[in-house]
C-alpha cells in the first residue's frame, strides 16, 4: 500500500479487512518499480507509427490488436530489470534525482 488517498478509502479498507486482504507496504509514486509501466510510451509509439487514429472506435482496435501483439520478451525484460532499478533506488537512498537509464 503506498498510502495514495485513492488507495486508502475506508471502505476499500473495511473491503480488504472483510477478506482478508494481505497488504504490501509499497512506495508511492514508484513507476520505476511497475512492469508495466515502460508498456505505455512503447503502445502509444506502435499505435501512433502511421498517424493518430481518426476515431476513438479506431483507437480501441488498433490498442487492442497491438497489445495483443505485445512480445511477451519484452514484458520480460521489462520485469527483469526492476532488480536494477532497486539498485540505483537504494543507491540514491530513495532521492527523486533518478533518470531511468542513467
Known amino acids: 500500500e503506498d498510502k495514495a488517498p485513492a488507495h486508502n478509502h475506508y471502505i476499500q479498507q473495511r473491503v480488504f479487512d472483510a477478506a482478508q486482504v494481505q497488504r504490501l507496504v509499497w512506495c508511492p509514486n514508484s513507476p520505476d518499480l511497475n512492469a508495466i509501466e515502460p508498456a505505455w510510451p512503447w503502445m502509444k509509439r506502435k499505435t501512433t507509427r502511421k498517424g493518430a487514429p ?43 534525482e533518478y533518470k531511468e537509464g542513467r
Open 54 to 96: 481518426k476515431s476513438r472506435q479506431e483507437a480501441i482496435a488498433i490498442w487492442n490488436k497491438t497489445w495483443q501483439e505485445l512480445p511477451q520478451e519484452k514484458i520480460q525484460a521489462w520485469i527483469e530489470r526492476i532488480p536494477t532499478h532497486i539498485k540505483k533506488i537504494i543507491e540514491l537512498e530513495g532521492g527523486n
